[in-house]
């Protein structure tokens, strides 16, 4: 062997398989408990449902895909909207392509095809329809309504509250209850033509014997 060799330890990556989920757990959780938690997740059904139905670069990692669709969460949850509104802004593009398709499509089979025109100008409008709705969540997302909360104003003692609307150069009088506070007076009862009166001393009802000693606790 020449001296001058040198080996060199080439490590190729054990490749994984892309349709196992690569579970990460630390000592304090059940293997039983993680697996149910990723099978229920939600992050997890919409990777797998997305996986499926994308095939533009082949099978990917699923468990890469739920990474990706959990930092997506992420974003949405801390209150980064950005993605979201290239999502919609990308999908209103492609509606109003699919819209001009369909609507050419339309045009073509006019005249000779009814039927076929019919379809494509129905199925054409729908994209438009929907176009349509996709910007209007768009403009709600750059600019949310501003919403008017009427306030009950409630406080102790008289009030008095004008609700009327000035639509003109005249002012409208405000139509408020009078409340009048009234003094603390005693109970004036007729009976028999007598008034109970406060200024001067009554009899003394007697005491019930049956309730007049009470045990000391």
Do not use: W
């Given at each position: 062997?020449?001296?001058?060799?040198?080996?060199?330890?080439?490590?190729?990556?054990?490749?994984?398989?892309?349709?196992?989920?690569?579970?990460?757990?630390?000592?304090?959780?059940?293997?039983?408990?993680?697996?149910?938690?990723?099978?229920?997740?939600?992050?997890?059904?919409?990777?797998?449902?997305?996986?499926?139905?994308?095939?533009?670069?082949?099978?990917?990692?699923?468990?890469?895909?739920?990474?990706?669709?959990?930092?997506?969460?992420?974003?949405?949850?801390?209150?980064?909207?950005?993605?979201?509104e290239a999502t919609l802004t990308a999908?209103?593009?492609?509606?109003?392509?699919?819209?001009?398709?369909l609507a050419r499509r339309a045009v073509?089979?006019?005249?000779?095809?009814?039927?076929?025109?019919?379809?494509?100008?129905?199925?054409?409008?729908?994209?438009?329809?929907?176009?349509?709705?996709?910007?209007?969540?768009?403009?709600?997302?750059?600019?949310?309504?501003?919403?008017?909360?009427?306030?009950?104003?409630?406080?102790?003692?008289?009030?008095?509250?004008?609700?009327?609307?000035n639509r003109s150069n005249t002012h409208?009088?405000?139509?408020?209850?009078?409340?009048?506070?009234?003094?603390?007076?005693?109970?004036?009862?007729?009976?028999?033509?007598?008034?109970?009166?406060?200024?001067?001393?009554?009899?003394?009802?007697?005491?019930?014997?049956?309730?007049?000693?009470?045990?000391?606790?």
């Amino acid at each position: 062997m020449n001296k001058h060799t040198t080996k060199k330890n080439m490590t190729e990556p054990v490749k994984r398989d892309p349709n196992i989920i690569q579970i990460t757990r630390n000592e304090y959780e059940s293997i039983e408990k993680v697996e149910a938690e990723i099978s229920i997740s939600t992050t997890t059904l919409n990777a797998i449902t997305a996986r499926s139905f994308s095939k533009i670069m082949g099978v990917t990692d699923i468990t890469e895909t739920i990474s990706v669709m959990q930092e997506k969460a992420s974003k949405v949850n801390a209150g980064d909207l950005t993605e979201l509104e290239a999502t919609l802004t990308a999908q209103s593009v492609t509606l109003d392509t699919m819209f001009n398709e369909l609507a050419r499509r339309a045009v073509l089979n006019m005249g000779e095809h009814l039927s076929a025109t019919e379809t494509y100008m129905r199925l054409a409008l729908k994209a438009q329809s929907q176009c349509a709705r996709t910007i209007e969540v768009l403009a709600a997302m750059k600019n949310p309504p501003i919403v008017y909360a009427k306030q009950a104003n409630i406080a102790h003692g008289n009030q008095q509250v004008n609700n009327a609307t000035n639509r003109s150069n005249t002012h409208t009088p405000a139509h408020a209850e009078k409340i009048i506070n009234q003094p603390n007076n005693l109970l004036e009862v007729n009976h028999g033509g007598k008034e109970m009166d406060g200024r001067t001393a009554q009899t003394t009802i007697p005491e019930d014997k049956a309730m007049a000693t009470v045990a000391a606790q």
